[in-house]
């Protein structure tokens, strides 16, 4: 049985250091009520300047630590980026890469993000990694060689073992825009997205890795989404940042 994963994507907010205290406060004692499943992980993906902070206020808390991006050298002569070797020093276990937002306005490629990933797995972060295919391509019929050639191509050179990986599945139309993929066709992709893991690597890889949803994820949508088979867990963009409505998410996920 896989461990269920809910991540937020909190992306370029909240914009002061007090909401960002605030939500982590407000997200912890939502939890403490909470009952608690052990086989259940929060990871809060939060902006870089806040690393620091969030690391100090999750200390002693069971939820962990993410990062939204990471570059694809370890250190160097690479003004603004941030390193997968840093990101491990402030506590951070998981790093999101590849998202579409940083593909589609950021001009990442899926090299590029095989890179970070192959950087981010020597530095021991879990890379969080996005695929998904635009409305367009959805709408032409090519979601699936979409999804295939971005797990093969963001994948290669990496070494996975089924614990050190987490793949998001979240089709570009339906981030932030209140569309929902349905459960059944989500479902569908993440179980194509776990068999392409199993040829690239094997049977009991594709079994053990977390494949998570995303997209314009709700309280209201979750548990729908986490009854289904390949689907075990969610990156949560908007929703996260509004605590109640996260709480639910984690709560309804945990069942
Ligand atoms: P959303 O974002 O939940 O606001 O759609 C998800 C994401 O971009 O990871």
Request: a neutral charge.
């Amino acid at each position: 049985m896989r461990n269920k994963l809910i991540a937020a994507n909190w992306k370029l907010n909240p914009t002061s250091r007090l909401e960002a205290v605030n939500l982590i406060e407000g997200i912890k004692t939502e939890i403490k009520k909470t009952s608690k499943n052990p086989r259940q992980e929060v990871v809060l993906c939060v902006p870089a300047i806040y690393l620091g902070l969030a690391q100090s206020a999750l200390l002693g808390s069971e939820i962990k630590l993410g990062a939204q991006n990471s570059y694809l050298e370890e250190k160097g002569a690479f003004t603004g980026e941030i390193s997968a070797l840093m990101l491990a020093e402030f506590g951070v276990q998981y790093v999101v890469l590849g998202h579409s937002e940083r593909r589609s306005l950021f001009g990442e490629t899926d090299e590029m993000v095989s890179k970070k990933s192959q950087i981010a797995l020597r530095n021991n972060l879990i890379p969080i990694l996005c695929v998904g295919e635009s409305l367009e391509q959805r709408e032409n019929n090519l979601t699936d060689s979409v999804i295939i050639s971005q797990i093969t191509k963001s994948l290669e050179n990496n070494k996975i073992n089924g614990k050190n990986l987490v793949i998001a599945y979240e089709p570009v139309w339906a981030i932030g825009t209140g569309k929902t993929c349905s459960s059944e066709e989500a479902n569908r992709v993440c179980g194509l997205i776990r068999a392409e893991v199993q040829k690239l690597y094997s049977e009991e890889i594709a079994n053990q890795t977390l494949i998570l949803y995303g997209g314009s994820v709700k309280a209201s949508t979750i548990e729908e989404q986490m009854q289904k088979s390949d689907i075990d867990g969610a990156l949560v963009g908007g929703a996260s940042l509004v605590i109640e409505e996260f709480a639910q998410i984690i709560l309804k996920s945990a069942k």
